[in-house]
């Protein structure tokens, strides 16, 4: 990108330069400084582009895929010195506290599932493009063409289209799921499984872990704290 942008410095003084050789009209040199604009402004397109459509296509890559499996043997399973009716409740309240739409829930077999699980708006921008600086380094791209302003104003306008319906856009419409397997170990303990679903930045699954266990802990305190306490559920 330096280089590129070197050679369209050059390209301008070189014409400027000439103007006086030439005896070019200001007119007749605007356009021609215009054109070598737009050039670089689409080719500058077609490398955001580039990005766009292979991340929306396949954002995960094998090294995300290791670092989540592993992700999940270190913080995806917890174990409750609670009653497995108390736990199940508290998962359910803590669910709607988080915002997050229920999907399916079975108390027999212990199984809940959600959708729409989203970080705050600042961690979830700065996590978005974190995962999209990742992704393009281990897709052999170069991220910087995302930050790279355009030179005309006609590619600026397809810019912010491109960039409103591009990656951030679907990336974030997608339905980031959740499930919880509760296991009864005994009568007061519980195991409960979490795992997360269409979330492929490994940094962004830590984050979920930690804002959905620390949810699920506030509840269980505030649950078992109650009038003095809560009666045993099964």
């Known amino acids: 990108m330096k280089k590129a942008n070197a ?5 301008i003084c070189i014409l400027f330069a000439a103007v006086a050789t030439l005896g070019l009209t200001g007119c007749e040199v605007y356009e021609i400084v215009h054109t070598v604009q737009l050039q670089s402004d689409q080719k500058l397109i077609q490398q955001r582009q580039k990005i766009t459509q292979g991340f929306n296509k396949s954002p995960d890559t094998d090294a995300w895929h290791e670092q989540r499996q592993q992700l999940a043997k270190t913080m995806g399973d917890r174990i409750f010195d609670k009653d ?5 409740d508290s998962l ?6 988080l915002e997050l739409t229920v999907k399916s829930m079975e108390r027999t077999s212990g199984f809940i599932s959600a959708s729409g699980i989203t970080l705050p708006p600042t961690e979830s921008s700065q ?7 990742e ?10 063409v995302l ?26 419409k997608m339905q ?14 519980t195991k409960v499984k ?30 078992q704290n109650i009038e003095g306490g809560v009666e045993k559920r099964n």
């Open 127 to 133: 996590m978005y493009r974190e995962a999209v600086n």
């Open 194 to 223: 979490l795992r997360f679903s269409d979330v492929y930045y490994p940094a962004e699954v830590e984050a979920y872990y930690k804002l959905v266990w620390s949810g699920v802990d506030k509840q269980i305190f505030v649950d």
């Open 135 to 144: 992704w393009c380094k281990q897709n052999g791209y170069d991220p910087s």
């Open 7 to 11: 050679i369209v410095n050059k390209a």
């Open 92 to 97: 359910v309240v803590t669910l709607g506290n």
């Open 84 to 88: 497995f009716g108390r736990v199940f």
């Open 176 to 189: 980031h799921g959740l499930t919880f397997q509760l296991i009864k170990m005994t009568d007061t303990q």
């Open 147 to 172: 930050d790279k302003q355009f030179k005309t104003s006609e590619m600026r306008n397809v810019g912010e289209i491109i960039d409103a319906g591009g990656m951030k856009g679907k990336y974030e």
